[in-house]
């Protein structure tokens, strides 16, 4: 149902657009305007309906490509060594068992920007302990441009170093290192 009133929507649009475009040339025609001026104006008019769903697209894609190579990624503000038993067969961290002792939290921060659609998500590890914080790990989820953002909002992307937020895993396996490794070195 909801493609079938996006579909009308956008068969109105048109319409519309086309019907302006149309009317441009017979109001350039009644003012006795020459023929490469009635032109330039229905240009203009078409790239106008055509920009107006469009228009922040491609900047704001930019803006996020930005963000995410400059402020996203994990940073480690102390490493922690534990015992073999806090980590999987796999070599990575148990994040199971390590939150009886670490606590993971997470910021949303929602439209950090006033034109694109862009959400910044700080994912802390702290020792309950004593409080201290020993990373946090960045990511930004795009939505799209302001259509995209309000018709489909689940179909957003996260950063391309860390796809489907494998960021928030990441820290783990940054800051928890494994004794015998420890020894090794």
């Known amino acids: ?27 350039v025609d009644v003012c006795v305007f020459p023929p490469p001026t009635k032109r330039i104006l229905q240009v203009l008019c078409a ?4 920009l107006t769903p469009t228009w922040d697209i491609i ?5 996020f490509q930005r963000l995410c190579e400059e402020e996203a990624g994990v940073k480690v503000l102390k490493r922690v060594t534990v015992d073999q038993s806090y980590f999987r067969s796999d070599g990575r961290p148990d994040d199971r068992k390590l939150l009886d002792r670490y606590a993971q939290s997470s910021n949303w921060t929602r439209d950090i920007s006033t034109w694109a659609h862009v959400t910044k998500i700080v994912g802390t590890i702290q020792d ?14 795009y939505y799209g441009g302001w259509i995209a953002a309000r018709i489909d909002p689940m179909s957003s992307i996260t950063c391309p170093q860390y796809p489907n937020h494998g960021i ?5 396996q940054e800051i ?3 004794e015998q490794l420890t020894e090794r070195r």
């Open 168 to 172: 928030h895993t990441a820290i783990w």
């Open 1 to 27: 149902m909801i493609a079938v009133g996006l579909s009308v929507a956008l068969l109105l649009y048109i319409a519309t657009a086309w019907a302006t475009v149309r009317a441009v040339g017979w109001v």
């Open 176 to 178: 928890f290192q494994s």
């Open 128 to 141: 309950k302990q004593t409080g201290e914080s020993l990373g946090t790990a960045t990511d930004f989820v």
């Open 59 to 63: 900047p704001s894609r930019m803006y």
């Open 47 to 50: 790239l106008i309906f055509l």
